[in-house]
């Protein structure tokens, strides 16, 4: 059933660094699950990290998206509307913040830092959003990652804890805005895992292994993991499922 559930099914995936990242990971299972997938990549030199996944996943659709330059979403999703003409759902996997801002303490985020980290990490879905509503006729699902630091303070998280809880934020109100189209907006919240984007959080490895000894079962998640997730959000199975933040984290985050 699973190498069937998503069979006709057509998603744009971005925020693909690697094949370690969580967005290949979801990449992965969704494609095993028989999805079609478009997937873009961020500057030329991440293309020979990213060009491999791409074809592992046989994307029919391959583009440069750098969300920060003006016209490339919007060539994205004209590439989409001319060879497929219909959308299903969004992957949104992208967070960044420049490393002063992100390794100093809060109240010391310059106020550039913040505007980069808010316009790259939140509103790009919304503008992706924006594109992405038109063509799903029919319904579909957009979901984007968060994490625990959106709801609770985690050491050495910083500024992205606040950027993160902006993004839940902006979930839950798009997701009661396009609820009436059938559209429906969740984030996943992984624990900690090692990625390059998760790396450059300052004293990360201290991060890992705190969050491996509190989960309730006592390991990591991996890519696989969420990515199984992000096959059920998009899936039929989550119909009526919307503004949800969904936790794949070994139970993480139910400890104080």
Request: net charge negative; proline share 3%; charged share 25%.
């Given at each position: 059933m699973l190498e069937t559930l998503l069979k006709g099914?057509?998603?744009?995936?971005?925020?693909?660094?690697?094949e370690h990242s969580i967005a290949a990971g979801c990449g992965a299972a969704l494609r095993a699950a028989g999805a079609d997938l478009a997937v873009t990549y961020g500057h030329e030199k991440s293309l020979p990290y990213i060009e491999p996944v791409a074809t592992a996943l046989e994307a029919p659709i391959f583009l440069p998206l750098d969300v920060q330059v003006e016209g490339?979403?919007?060539?994205?999703?004209?590439?989409?509307?001319?060879?497929?003409?219909?959308?299903?759902?969004?992957?949104?996997?992208?967070?960044?913040?420049?490393?002063?801002?992100?390794h100093g303490p809060?109240?010391?985020?310059?106020?550039?830092?913040?505007?980069?980290?808010?316009?790259?990490?939140?509103?790009?879905?919304?503008?992706?959003?924006?594109?992405?509503?038109?063509?799903?006729?029919?319904?579909g699902s957009i979901v984007t990652m968060s994490y625990y630091g959106a709801e609770k303070v985690v050491?050495?998280?910083?500024?992205?804890g606040p950027v993160k809880s902006a993004l839940e934020g902006t979930v839950r109100y798009l997701?009661?805005?396009?609820?009436?189209k059938q559209i429906r907006v969740n984030a996943i919240s992984p624990g900690p895992l090692q990625t390059?984007?998760?790396?450059?959080?300052?004293?990360?490895?201290?991060?890992?292994?705190?969050?491996?000894?509190?989960?309730?079962?006592?390991?990591?998640?991996?890519?696989?993991?969420?990515?199984?997730?992000?096959?059920?959000?998009?899936?039929?199975?989550?119909?009526?499922?919307?503004?949800?933040i969904a936790f794949v984290d070994g139970g993480y985050h139910v400890r104080a």
């Open positions: 099914k057509r998603g744009l995936i971005v925020g693909i660094a690697n490339q979403m919007e060539a994205v999703f004209e590439e989409i509307t001319q060879k497929w003409g219909q959308l299903d759902f969004v992957l949104h996997s992208i967070a960044y913040c420049p490393k002063e801002d992100l809060v109240s010391e985020c310059s106020k550039d830092g913040f505007a980069q980290a808010m316009d790259i990490s939140v509103h790009s879905l919304i503008r992706m959003t924006r594109l992405a509503a038109p063509l799903m006729t029919h319904g050491d050495h998280y910083n500024i992205m997701a009661a805005e396009l609820g009436p390059r984007a998760g790396s450059g959080i300052d004293h990360f490895d201290e991060l890992i292994e705190s969050a491996r000894l509190r989960a309730p079962e006592q390991s990591l998640v991996s890519i696989e993991d969420v990515g199984h997730m992000a096959v059920g959000l998009v899936s039929d199975l989550s119909r009526k499922v919307t503004g949800n």
